[in-house]
């Protein structure tokens, strides 16, 4: 399949760019400590796009955007899995799982 | 002639300060008092023995520098090279005498005074330390090593001013002199940068080398409308009028008369304040060639804080305090003399300047610790609380009197040679800074006498005790000084220290040193009829007044009209408005300061609110202001 | 991968062992885990002298892993600092409710180490992600390691949450960089790097996520939080170790990788400076918790430490470098001394430290001593370490930042006299009574002593630096 | 339209709308799913580039790993049918204006750059080209990430382990 001809690659970086940010807003306005998880994984995610992309479009002859999005993705799940015990931690600790309530330390 | 033995004026006194510092508290207090002492006495003789050999060897008429070490300290890059060494010329030498002598009788007079205080021990050490930083402030060969000092004198004062830790007066006075002269020496140490960034060196020797590149060949290069070079002596400039208390950075000097007397005579009299003197006269070449400019700015500055300090010398009420103001004064006079002088043949008011230090020292540090014996005995700060001590302190009487007509300017003591000579240089320089310097000579021996008269004439208040004169430790230093007061005007300083190192030709001008003269008796004649007595002139007034006309009467009137002018208009209209002014609006400003500071600490407290969203939108929004800002400035 | 590769791998390999080893020990439930300890900091210590052996200057795995003298120098410098907070963290672990806690302690801080190797050794944008990802994943759980303490898990969660926003944004802007110049290896973007405004924003995005880790202000907002709900190594793993990790590699970066487009970063760093010391200074003003205390000094440390970033030539790299060394020194003997006190009376406020002299005069000197050196009094080695960044940048003509700077050392010195001043001068009637330390504790605290007091004065390190940065 | 453009605007929409809804959805499960509908959209991008492996393992490991990972913490700490809370106004209007904000600064940025092609010819993605490199030392070589990330995974494992496990004693 060549996609080059088809589709330009301005509409995948723009993609990206708003899969990005839309993350990043899930990460500033829900106040479930899981959804802002969820946030999280759109921007990684958002930045594979853009790695992959590239890798196709411009940089065919190496393969380093291709592995940049593997490690990415690992990491993402390794990250995932310590939020998550963190999260479940926190749920111990203050029994919810509202960021709002998790401000004891401050000024 | 092999200097090589200075080094052990450096040495000794940090020994000393480690040895006390770390076997203090395992010995007995009155040990390491005695230990201190003789070691300094040591180092006493060192300086007077350096200053023998110095000054007895001359090439061609002349003293030359000599750097006795020059070690490689750190090779910053690689026309920026820092090293460490001592450094003598008839600066630093006479600054060697000065230092050890006071250092020597401050040494022997705690011996008495502190007797007994908790802490005995680490005060010595704290002094000792002091004395170090003191002597290797003025032995640096360059810059940097100066400003290392500096700063450790800064440090070291900050422990003695509060070392009545117990008082919590004593510890935001040691506090405000600590951080009102660091915000000074801010600046010094970015004059420093552009200086050394611009010359390429940080040694004084090739500073103020007059063929040397600094001087033949100054930058050219222009900041904000003033050329660069003066930017770096007017910030140097800063850092020396911080230490010396210069307007409007002086006050953290009268409080610091917190500390123990004879710490303030050592370090607010005779050693520490005069660094900025010293400074400038370390560049003065540079000052001198490069930048005449700022020399003109050091002389208003002088003159307008001798005056500002001795009009409000004039209503304190604690002695310390008067003695604080009556510093910044005298060093606003040496600061004057450098602001005028030339260079050369032209340097009278160097030497001038530097005299005054010399005599100033001595009859300095005697009030200070003349008035240290008074406390102690009294037990109190405040002239309310003393009077007809005459009869009971005999020495510390006679020695006070002696200063007193020292600082007042009285021939044939010290004081009055130096003075003259700093006035004769103002008025061949600008009159109007003469005449105001004139003019601080008459307030000068007003206060001075107003002091003296409150203390020890004047009406005897009840004493719970019996005061008695202070021990022999504590009068030997005041004899010792008032001999130096008395005779420290003789040394031929035109001959020794001098801005070149060529000997200086000076005159007597009597047309100056009459009306000096006079001056200062008119104000010791002022003070003698406000203060001798207990002032009963209102009620002799008011009997008179019944009785009949005679020639009394008018006599009495006319001191009555004196009276309203000197204690009505120029007190109430002159001198209470300036301290105020001092008081609210100068220090007012620099509490202002630090109340916008901690009202800015506390608007953006908000910031930190807890919540871990907002934390990530200012992560996230700072990202991207930033991205815009650094595009929009590309 | 043969013995030339291993013995220039050797930190990363032998930590690697050390890894398992603590697995392996955890793993085999023995009671007494003191010999764990002393096992762990006897090993470090070896693994420490190892680095200074000399070795060559060479890339491995396709110029993916660079060793060079340079780079051996930091991690020397972060192994020395690491080991003296192993030493400083005996006391924490002996006691018995962390008894348990010891393997895994161990093995997230080595974890992070070998992350932070493999960021300063980085030879392309992809190891320096993953060594900063295995240097901060681990270090969220070592947050929230007092496991029965709300805050700690408080500053775990927040910590990670803003992390993993913070090295998305620096993703966001390596992915950018990708499509600009192709590659990520470091030795061909030197080649390539421009200022078109794309390049420009993901330089700073990349900044952004080291300047997160570095605290810079505003990407700082965790540092307190964390620093103030952490146990008390992890706090000063935080401020020391992982921050200089952090400055090194974007040092590393910037000066090397970038170093043909100064004006980008220059720009950037003159604008994070003034912002991290103010924003820093003004926040200690206020703060009566040790460690929140600590937290903004260390913001503001920060700030004097992008003051040398303003200089792009070499001189500006050298003092960023001397100064962290001196930083790390500092803040380490105020930590240290601040863990004994907090691990046997449980005290972290200003206000438990009144008195505090005339029970531990010998504690209270050192930490004298750690507060001039970092309000920068001469002639404690802080001083060097200041007067070099002013030099640094006064030297390219920012004499209006160095005033700030240099006013911003002034506010500074105000706050630190606080602490003196409550140690030395306020009255207490209970005062902390006199603390028994440890002999690894002691050592500890004689290390940052030593370092304190001396390296101002030996310039031959100094000219090591320069030799090392070039 | 041509066939891979009709896919592609499908995906893509797929990926906006679902992605929206998933930060919007009031219901935490149903976002969850959302999340994963997106994440399967993308395995579909990766695909039409010709990455086949990595859309793979886009499906397995978000598809198969996190989102049921998510989806049990959720279980363990919510009931299912319980309607979240909607966002607080300032945190909308701030991260609405960032969000945008960021989108129009860096689409414009990134629009306005001409990228630069590589002019060398392109490499294989089939299997035995990412095996090789995965495993090679040498230049082009990945096995150095791939050695590091097993040491990130057991800290992550073992830190996970310490936390979530229950107090001992």
Known sequence: MNLQAEIPLDYMIVLSTIVFFVGLMGVLIRRNLITMLMGIELMLNAVNINFVAFNHYLFPNRLEGHFFALIVMAIAAAEAAIAIALIINIYRQFNTVSVDDVDELKY | ?????????????????????????????????????????????????????????????????????????????????????ILLDPLSVMMLVVITTVSLMVH?????????????????????????????????????????????????????IGFYYERPSA??????????????????????????????????????????????????????????????????????????????????????????????????????????????????????????????????????????????????????????????????????????????????????SLFHLFTHAFFKALLFLGAGSVIHAVHSNLMTDMGGLKKYMPITHITFLIACLTIAGIPPLSGFFSKDEILVAAFEHNKIIFAVQWLVAGITAFYMFRLYFNIFWNHTPEYHHTPHESPATMTIPLIFLALASVFSGFVPFHDLVTSDGNPLHTEFHWMIAGPSILIAVIGISVAYMLYAKKNSKPESIATSLKGFYNMAYHKFYIDEVYLFITHKV???????????????????????????????????????????????????????????????LN | MNWSTLSIMRLEVLLTFMVLYQLIADLSEKENKRSVIDFTIIFFTIITFIGFLPSENTTLFGSMYINDELRVFFKNILNVSTLIILLQSTGWLNKPENQSKTGAFYLLIFSTLIGMYFMISAGDFLMLYLGLELATLPLTILAAFDKNLRRSAEAGIKLLMSSAVSSAV??????????????????????????????????????????????????????????????????????????????????????????????????AAYILSITTMVVGNLFALRQKNLKRFLAFSSITQAGFMMLGFVNSDALGMNTIVYFMLIYSLSNLAVFGVLSIVTNNTGKENMDDFNGFYSTNPRLSLIMLLALFSLAGIPPVAGFFGKFFLFTAAASKGFYILVFIAVLNATVSLYYYLLVIKAMFINKNETPIPNLPSTGYEKLALSMCFVGIVVIGFVSALYDYVMLVVG | MTGPKIIF?????????????????????????????????????????????????????????????????????????????????????AGGITAIAGIALSAITILQFTFKPSQENAVGTDMRTIGLQLMNTDVQGYALPFEVISVLLLAALVGSIFIAQKKKV
């Open chain 3, 170 to 267: 620096l993703l966001f802007g390596l992915s950018l960089m990708y499509g600009v110049y192709g590659t990520l290896h470091f030795s061909e973007m030197a080649l390539l790097t421009d200022a078109s405004t794309l390049s420009i924003m993901a330089l700073i995005f990349f900044m952004a996520g080291l300047g997160f880790k570095l605290s810079l202000v505003p990407f700082h907002l965790w540092t307190a939080d964390v620093y103030e709900g952490s146990p008390m190594p992890v706090t000063s793993y935080f401020s020391v170790v992982s921050k200089g990790a952090a400055l090194f590699t974007l040092a590393l970066v910037l000066y090397r990788v970038f170093g043909s487009q100064p004006n980008v970063w220059t720009m």
């Open chain 4, 9 to 93: 605007f499908i995906l893509a929409a797929a990926i906006v709308v679902f992605s929206i809804l998933s930060i919007f959805s009031r219901r935490i499960l149903r976002a969850a799913i959302y999340l994963l509908f997106v994440l399967v959209a993308m395995a579909g991008l990766y695909y039409m580039m010709n990455f086949q492996f990595l859309a793979a393992v886009q499906l397995m490991l978000y598809a198969g790993g996190i989102v049921v990972l998510i989806i049990f913490s959720i279980l363990l700490t919510s009931q299912i049918d319980s309607k979240l809370q909607a966002p607080k106004g300032s945190h909308l209007l």
């Open chain 2, 171 to 352: 510890v935001a006075a040691a506090k405000k002199a600590f951080i009102v002269t660091r915000f000074a020496d801010l600046g010094f140490l970015i004059g420093i940068l552009i200086l050394s960034f611009y010359t390429n060196t940080f040694d004084f020797i090739a500073l103020t080398d007059l063929n040397g590149l600094a001087i033949t060949q100054p930058t050219t290069a222009v900041f904000m409308g003033l050329s660069v070079t003066t930017w770096a002596m007017l910030l140097i400039f800063m850092g020396g009028a911080g230490k010396s208390a210069m307007f409007p950075l002086h006050i953290w000097l009268p409080d610091a008369m917190e500390g123990p007397t004879p710490v303030s005579a050592l370090i607010h009299a005779a050693t520490m304040v005069v660094a900025g003197v010293y400074l400038v006269a370390r560049l003065f070449p540079l000052y001198s060639y490069t930048s005449p400019d700022s020399l003109e700015v050091i002389a208003y500055i002088g003159s307008f804080t001798s005056l500002f300090a001795a009009i409000i010398a004039c209503t304190q009420l604690d002695i310390k305090r008067v003695l604080a103001f009556s510093t910044l004064s005298q060093i606003g006079y040496m600061m004057v003399a450098l602001g005028v002088s030339g260079y050369g043949a032209e340097g009278l008011g160097y030497m001038a």
């Open chain 2, 1 to 85: 002639m092999n200097y090589s033995y200075t080094i052990l004026i450096l040495l000794l006194p940090v020994l000393i300060f480690l040895f006390i510092g770390l076997m203090g508290d395992k010995m007995k207090p009155q040990l390491s008092g005695l230990l201190g002492t003789s070691g300094l006495f040591v180092i006493t003789l060192l300086s007077y023995f350096t200053a023998f050999n110095f000054f007895d060897h001359r090439v061609d008429e002349s003293f030359q520098a000599i750097e006795v070490f020059q070690l490689l300290w750190l090779r910053f890059t690689d026309s920026l090279i820092i090293h460490i060494g």
């Open chain 2, 570 to 632: 120029i007190f109430y209209f002159i001198s209470r408005p300036v301290a105020w002014f001092d008081r609210h609006i100068v220090d007012g400003t620099m509490n202002l300061i630090g109340n916008t500071t901690v009202y800015f600490s506390g608007a953006i407290k908000k910031m930190q609110s807890g919540q871990m969203q907002w934390y990530i939108w200012y992560f996230t929004s700072g990202v991207l202001l930033l991205v815009f800002l650094v595009m929009y």
């Open chain 2, 108 to 160: 022997i007079y705690s011996l008495g005074y502190m007797k007994g205080e908790k802490g005995f021990a680490r005060y010595y050490a704290f002094l000792s330390l002091f004395t170090f930083s003191m002597l290797g402030l003025v032995l640096a060969t360059n810059i940097f090593q100066m400003y290392i000092f500096w700063e450790l004198v800064g440090v070291s004062s900050y422990l003695l």
